[in-house]
């Protein structure tokens, strides 16, 4: 069965460089068709979406913060890493990653979350 | 960038009701349109893709229709485990959004 699992520091400063590592089994990067992508949600708030990388390394981003995010994969590793420049206390969420599949396109597995905390 | 809206903010029914919730897009996205629901500590889970596609194991009471910036959500007859959160999300470009979420409350 798919599984994926979010992992990486639960608080970090004002200004630093936050590093998210997802960690999925049960399917694999390199076939066609398939994504894994992050999302946050802050306390209390809706989801927003972050960053997508595909089969194909095709990378697709929020145009609302391209310029922080870069999101790469380890195929090999079966894993996906996020990294968000210039941390600030409004980031503070809860960060999911979630599958892709080629049929459906959307996002029909989740990790179960993990809380980033931002501040001094 | 497409904005999503979802209306009511609350909806507040009694277990049997059933649940209209409504999602409209600033500019078309075809049926490229997804609906989730979330529980509190949970993960939010893919009920309909494609505007009127069930996912996988989702029951029958769960349905979707629209196109183009109009879409719906509906819930036939309301269960105690449907009272969540309900989010739309669109995938169009190549880009996603998700709207700000409908809470469905027990009356």
């Known amino acids: 069965q798919i599984t994926l699992k979010e992992s990486g520091p639960t608080l970090v400063k004002p200004t630093q460089t936050l590093t998210l590592t997802c960690t999925f089994s049960?399917?694999?990067?390199?076939?066609?068709?398939?994504?894994v992508g992050w999302i946050r949600q802050p306390p209390g708030k809706a989801l927003e979406w972050l960053a997508l990388i595909y089969w194909n390394d095709d990378k697709r981003y929020s145009p609302s913060l391209k310029s922080r995010l870069t999101i790469t994969k380890d195929t090999s590793k079966n894993q996906v890493v996020l990294t968000m420049t210039n941390m600030d206390p409004v980031d503070t969420a809860t960060y999911y990653c979630a599958h892709i599949s080629g049929d459906s396109d959307y996002f029909d597995y989740w990790g179960q979350g993990t809380l980033v905390t931002v501040s001094s | 960038e497409i904005v999503l809206t979802q209306s009511p903010a609350t909806l507040s029914l009694s277990p049997g009701e059933r649940a209209t919730l409504s999602c409209r897009a600033s500019q078309s996205v075809s049926s490229y349109l997804a609906w989730y629901q979330q529980k509190p500590g949970q993960a939010p889970r893919l009920l309909i893709y494609d505007a009127s596609n069930r996912a996988t194991g989702i029951p029958a009471r769960f349905s979707g229709s629209g196109s183009g910036t109009d879409f719906t959500l509906t819930i036939s007859s309301l269960e105690p485990e449907d009272f969540a959160v309900y989010y739309c999300q669109q995938r169009s470009n190549w880009l996603f959004t998700f709207g700000p979420g409908t809470k469905v409350d027990i009356k």
């Open positions: 049960g399917f694999s990067l390199s076939t066609s068709g398939v994504g």
